[in-house]
């Protein structure tokens, strides 16, 4: 990894596990937009399927969907989304989506404020990296 030109240290939204991220990519600001770039563009084509999956009752397929997007949180310093995902799948296992509409439907909303937060961190390292 090649570590940032920058001497100050960039500081993320509080929904952001810093240590967790600073873990993983150390002080290298440049890797991590591009792990923010694609980690966003594969949830904005992932994470619009999950509803239509919730709605056609495929509960199978909707622990499929949750399971691959899981990751993405993790990359992006969001070990919680990460396992509240994983949690979602253990529900799955065995249950309607009727009986998971509640689980669903927190899970999505977090989902989607997350990848907002997500896609303003991007915009922010950017700048940051730009100033560098």
């Not at 999956?53 to 990751?71: C, M, R, W, Y």
């Not at 249950?95 to 907002?116: C, D, P, R």
């Not at 997500?118 to 922010?124: A, C, F, H």
């Amino acid at each position: 990894m090649n570590q940032g030109q920058n001497h100050k240290p960039f500081i993320f939204n509080q929904q952001i596990d810093q240590q967790f991220l600073y873990s993983l990519y150390e002080s290298d600001y440049p890797y991590m937009e591009e792990i923010f770039l694609t980690t966003i563009s594969q949830l904005l084509t992932d994470f619009p399927m999950l509803e239509t999956i919730f709605k056609s009752g495929d509960i199978v397929a909707l622990e499929k969907a949750v399971h691959k997007i899981k990751p993405s949180f993790g990359f992006v310093g969001m070990p919680v989304l990460q396992e509240m995902c994983q949690k979602f799948e253990n529900e799955c296992k065995g249950s309607t989506t009727e009986l998971m509409s509640k689980s669903f439907n927190e899970l999505h909303e977090t989902i989607k404020a997350s990848v907002e937060v997500i896609e303003l961190e991007y915009e922010r390292l950017k700048s940051f990296n730009r100033r560098a």
